[in-house]
């Protein structure tokens, strides 16, 4: 199917909300990484969300050009081309986006999107995560609010976050902050709705923090509170009736517990987002590859090697098979499996 349009994508969401179950957002930054993440996800029978970091978008762009906007611009061009040929339904996303380069990596690609719908084309992206929560709440809403403005005039959709999450991904890094501001308190989230409502219509989802981190930790690092993504929607269910409980996203997940997952999909996580451990099950095979046959990848004394061995393809393959079985327990793991609306 073509990546997934404003509505379908809004299904996507509902349906999670109502049976309790989390789409993976897995970061990629490469043609191998996407297409095993399509890969993953057709063959659990799962609609999902492939998403781009800045780092990821730099990469993807080539050493040489490190623009991370058309670098996100190219991996999401290829998704749009490859994933018709996949029967389920996946949506394009960005992730972290601080203040400091809106304008070098969001707006350039909010700018694209503009640019296809004036054109009669379909969007580039489906959503866009701004994190303003280095800053003070209020500065981080002064910065969300319009640009849930500018995203819903395109039916694109916007990510915010709400409290910090601990750890370092790609150059973001909330290494020293104040561990109280690990765990994002109910009038945080209380707060947030009260400015974020006020633009009609629009669809935004809340990464609030409960003592997630990013990177891995060894089980028992991590000390998980979902309780609080509890009580946050509790509170504003109170304050905005059922529809306005958010739509949560798990951030920093990796070394978490299945019972932990489970309890935050309960409690309203419709996207959980996956990197570390995507990137090892990539990583690993390579790893093997190379230790079990040095002696084919390297020209060893004077020999010259074993193309077989050392043409990337061969091993890229293992990699993307591996990460693409990786996927398929990601989606296990958040109760998506067989749950794509491409079957209705
Ligand atoms: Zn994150």
């Known amino acids: ?5 404003f509505i379908t994508y809004c299904k996507m969401l509902d349906r999670a909300r109502d049976k309790k179950f989390a789409y993976p957002a897995i970061n990629v930054t490469s043609l191998a990484t996407a297409n095993a993440v399509l890969k993953g996800l057709a063959e659990s029978r799962s609609d999902g969300i492939i998403q781009v970091s800045t780092g990821g978008g730099a990469f993807a762009s080539g050493s040489a050009v490190k623009d991370m906007a058309l670098g996100a611009i190219s991996i999401a061009e290829h998704v749009h081309r490859v994933a018709e040929r996949y029967d389920i339904y996946v949506a394009l996303h960005t992730d972290h986006c601080p203040a400091d380069k809106l304008d070098s990596f969001m707006i350039p690609l909010i700018e694209e999107t503009e640019r296809r719908r004036a054109a009669g084309q379909p969007n580039l992206f489906n959503s866009h995560m701004f994190d303003g929560s280095a800053l003070p709440l209020k500065e ?14 395109s039916e694109l959709i916007l ?19 104040d561990s109280s501001k690990l765990y994002t308190t109910p009038e945080d989230m209380l707060e947030a709705a009260r400015r974020l409502n006020k633009v009609q ?18 089980p028992g690092h991590v000390k998980l509170k979902p309780t609080i993504l509890r009580d946050g929607q509790e509170e504003l269910e109170k304050g905005y009736g059922r529809e306005g409980r958010f739509y949560l996203v798990f951030h920093g997940g990796s070394g978490s517990s299945l019972e932990e997952i489970h309890e935050t999909l309960d409690y309203g996580v419709i996207k959980m987002n996956i990197d570390t451990d995507t990137q090892y099950a990539f990583t690993r095979p390579i790893a093997g590859h190379m230790l079990k046959n040095y002696d084919g990848v390297l020209k060893v004394d004077g020999e010259v090697g074993n193309k077989k061995t050392y043409d990337p393809r061969v091993y890229m393959k293992m990699a993307e098979e591996a990460m693409a079985e990786r996927v398929k327990q990601a989606v296990k ?12």
């Open 1 to 5: 199917m073509p990546v997934a349009d």
């Open 140 to 153: 981080n809403l002064d910065i969300s609010v319009p640009l849930l403005e500018r995203c819903h005039k």
């Open 159 to 177: 990510e915010v976050e709400v409290g910090v999450v601990g750890g370092e991904e790609d150059d973001v890094s909330a290494e020293g902050v």
């Open 201 to 218: 219509g629009a669809l935004y989802l809340v990464a609030a923090t409960f003592g997630n981190v990013h990177g891995v930790y060894k």
């Open 333 to 344: 793991d958040l109760r998506g499996t067989g749950t794509t609306l491409f079957d209705e």
